[in-house]
């Protein structure tokens, strides 16, 4: 009985997923239109002045809190900004864009900043 029990939830679990999949529709977007879309919500929500915060809170409005009270991950930016660094020297690699280039710089300039923001040299 139990097991049919588990069964059936699994069952309705399964049903409401690709209920909700099938509603998105987004499964049906090209990777260029997935990339783009990522791309801008990096752009939006977790680039601050060139460098990468992992992890932002959203507030009522969609507007992103990047203060340290929330869950905004500004104290390891430098680590995910180089990670997103050399995702993005991957991404010039095989494009040869000139506007990933220009982005590639202002993450650079971004660590720059912190590297001599410390005062301490090394």
């Not at 588990?6 to 399964?14: K, R």
């Not at 992992?54 to 809190?65: A, K, M």
């Not at 009270?69 to 050399?86: F, K, N, P, S």
Request: proline share 2%; charged share 15%.
């Amino acid at each position: 009985m139990a097991r049919r029990a588990t069964l059936f939830v699994w069952a309705v679990l399964f049903a409401a997923a690709v209920a909700s999949v099938a509603q998105e529709e987004s499964w049906q977007r090209s990777l260029q239109e997935k990339a783009d879309f990522f791309y801008q919500n990096l752009l939006d929500r977790h680039l601050i002045d060139g460098l990468f915060t992992s992890h932002v809170e959203l507030l009522p409005g969609d507007e992103v809190d990047h203060t340290t009270t929330g869950i905004c991950d500004v104290a390891h930016a430098a680590c995910w900004t180089g990670r997103y660094l050399a995702g993005v020297g991957y991404w010039y690699a095989t494009t040869r864009d000139s506007a990933v280039q220009q982005h590639g710089q202002l993450i650079l300039d971004a660590l720059a900043r912190l590297h001599h923001m410390t005062g301490v040299p090394g």
